[in-house]
């Protein structure tokens, strides 16, 4: 019998308590973060919903708006007939909200990180190919990837390590094309990149400084800018998924580097256009996020109440972010913990490796801003008698 490994490989998950299965959701109206799961209501802190924009009736006004204008598909890759005003008019809103000179639209963001690394790393002169990238150790898995499709030489510093990316880029020729990468804030930890260091670095070494703020843009910054709120970034990766509550992803850089992935980057050639009315409806979502700084504030203020009512011999890892993991360590513990969550209504779910480290699996709570003091109460009360 061919592929016999499949059923092999699914048993080794299950023993390893790895197994992972979907659930089949349903969301409720605005301003609730409630999800329904064969048919039990749970609070979800799962969510990355974090400004609470999912199912805003403007957003969804404009949605509807964008299908009656433009049709919900762009039937077209953006190179052949596929790019439409909304499109253009959706990449300057991001370019003049992120003080970018261009912008490139993906329908992911995995597919947006993917483009990048793998059209930098893959010169057209491929006998003369002199490009290193230097990723976090904690990048997400798109930025693996594609750095590692490509033909750059690849090191990785160990997490906010900026002494031994230092030691690794004065190794580095200084004629190479250099590309420094990492998240904004980290998805899996909720820790933010030492970004005014890496920063001081592609200066001084003359690089290039690549953040995915896919958990950092609406979040962070006066006006939601996300990193670029604290350092000219010179390419951001960040998605419409989490806090714009949209579908799709940027890239913002500078102009030529717009125009050489226009050309040369296969995932964008090749791809159908995201959703013209999903570009439309996403326009709504920025401007919200720019106007109601109220939905930052509330989740600064919930975490801080979350951290407060926690028992102190909880293991919380450090964030300034919505991100807050609670590390509990053994797979099937961490299962019976959010079990128990479950079962009092609250829906945590557990992260478990691969995603994380071995010994490092844990409780991924998402505060957002459509949250309670009451459920930050309850998450925080059941929590503490699970796991003292």
């Not at 969510?47 to 708006?65: C, K, R, V």
């Not at 419409?240 to 102009?255: I, Q, R």
Request: proline fraction near 2%; glycine fraction near 4%.
């Amino acid at each position: 019998m061919a592929f016999t490994f499949i059923r092999e490989q699914l048993s080794q998950q299950q023993q390893q308590a790895r197994y992972r299965q979907r659930v089949c959701t349903t969301s409720s109206s605005e301003n609730e973060n409630l999800i329904t799961i064969e048919d039990k209501t749970y609070v979800n802190f799962s969510s990355n919903d974090y400004l609470g924009l999912n199912n805003h009736s403007s957003i969804n006004a404009a949605m509807q708006e964008g299908v009656e204008r433009f049709g919900l598909c762009a039937s077209a890759s953006s190179l052949v007939t596929g790019h439409q005003y909304a499109h253009q008019s959706l990449e300057e809103t991001i370019c003049q909200w992120l003080n970018k000179p261009s912008c490139l639209l993906f329908s992911s963001g995995f597919s947006a990180n993917l483009a990048l690394f793998h059209a930098l790393g893959s010169t057209q002169k491929k006998s003369s190919n002199n490009v290193s990238f230097f990723l976090d150790k904690l990048s997400h898995a798109s930025m693996i990837d594609g750095a590692y499709q490509s033909q750059a030489r690849i090191k990785r510093f160990a997490h906010n390590n900026t002494e031994q990316l230092t030691q690794f880029l004065q190794q580095e020729p200084s004629d190479s094309n250099k590309l420094i990468a990492s998240e904004g804030i980290f998805s899996m930890d909720g820790d933010i990149a030492e970004i005014n260091k890496l920063k001081e670095l592609t200066e001084k070494y003359k690089a290039w400084l690549y953040l995915d703020d896919a958990h950092s843009i609406g979040v962070i910054g006066e006006q939601g800018q996300g990193s670029n709120a604290h350092a000219r970034i010179d390419i951001t990766m960040a998605t419409f998924g989490k806090a714009l509550a949209s579908s799709g992803a940027f890239l913002a850089c500078e102009e030529q580097l717009k125009e050489y992935l226009t050309n040369f980057s296969r995932h964008y050639i090749y791809s159908t256009a995201m959703s013209p009315a999903i570009a439309w409806a996403t326009q709504t979502s920025i401007k919200l996020v720019q106007d109601e700084q109220w939905r930052r504030d509330k989740i600064v203020e919930l975490s801080e109440l979350f951290l407060s009512l926690l028992d102190d011999n909880i293991n919380v890892l450090p964030s300034n972010s919505s991100i807050h993991a609670v590390i509990i360590g053994d797979e099937q513990k961490a299962l019976n913990i959010s079990k128990i969550l479950k079962e009092h209504g609250l829906w945590v779910t557990a992260i478990r490796p691969p995603t994380v480290a071995k010994g490092s699996s844990r409780l991924r709570v998402t505060i957002c801003a459509n949250h309670s003091v009451n459920n930050i109460n309850s998450l925080a009360r059941i929590l503490n008698k699970a796991l003292t």
